[in-house]
């Protein structure tokens, strides 16, 4: 099945879409792309983003039904910015499973990475950690070509605890880190993060031979 696994088109809650059209409007060009399923992921507990618990599920109980008539399977999720705060929050799981998908501040490691994420999983949550490619710090610089990298010993220590990686299918072209992620099979998903028309935020071609390089439909 052909999935994305990330976007926020959602509208009116976070930074993503504003209006349901434009939200309907990337959906119609997801499907010309071969769009099967849809997480809408409205950030939560983002300091960058700020957004209110209720108020999604208010959207979503006022767009669901608009935003399924379209022959794409649109489910709700989020992407939850990693803070210990979550441990005591009500979480909003991708569809319903027991998958978060879960983001981390870019700047620097948070100093409550494991012990939060193994928290989460013992209260039997399984983690998506969100694109991947974007925190530098999880990343080595490797001898003098310029750009290229390795994922250092923290992003093995997260796969052997069983988090699972996200990365944007934007990143495949341009950005090393998301690159060797991929070619090592180190990535498991990807998702679109598309956030509004016009964002430079490239949609998934699902016929494009690098899908399949990526196992959504193993766990979406
Ligand atoms: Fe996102």
Same mark, same amino acid.
């Given at each position: 099945m052909n999935i994305d696994s990330h976007c926020h088109l959602l509208p009116a809650v976070d930074d993503g879409v504003e209006e349901i059209e434009e939200s309907l409007a990337i959906l119609e060009e997801m499907k010309l792309k071969g769009l099967q399923r849809l997480y809408l992921t409205p950030h939560l507990f983002s300091p960058i983003s700020p957004s209110d618990?209720? =108020?999604i599920m208010r959207r979503w109980h006022e767009f669901r039904f608009e935003l399924n008539n379209h022959s794409v399977e649109v489910l709700l999720g989020s992407e939850i910015f990693l803070r210990p705060e979550v441990l005591e929050s009500d979480l909003i799981t991708m569809g319903e499973s027991n998958f978060l998908l879960v983001e981390l501040s870019t700047q620097q490691k948070? *100093? %409550?990475?494991? =012990?939060? @994420?193994? #928290?989460?999983?013992?209260?039997?949550?399984? @983690? @998506? /950690?969100?694109h991947l490619e974007r925190y530098h710090y999880l990343f080595k610089k490797v001898g003098l070509i310029f750009g290229k990298v390795e994922p250092t010993d923290e992003i093995h220590r997260l796969r052997d605890m069983g988090v699972l990686f996200q990365v944007n299918? !934007?990143?495949?072209?341009?950005? &090393? +880190?998301?690159?060797?992620?991929?070619?090592?099979?180190?990535?498991? @998903?990807?998702? &679109?993060? +598309? *956030? #509004?028309?016009?964002d430079n935020r490239l949609l998934i071609?699902?016929?494009?031979?690098? %899908?399949? /390089?990526?196992? !959504?439909d193993s766990f979406l």
């Open positions: 618990p209720a =108020e948070p *100093h %409550y990475l494991f =012990e939060v @994420i193994g #928290k989460l999983q013992s209260t039997g949550f399984r @983690i @998506i /950690l969100a299918w !934007n990143s495949l072209d341009k950005d &090393s +880190k998301a690159r060797v992620l991929v070619d090592r099979r180190i990535a498991d @998903i990807t998702g &679109s993060d +598309k *956030h #509004k028309q016009g071609d699902f016929d494009d031979d690098r %899908y399949r /390089l990526f196992l !959504n």
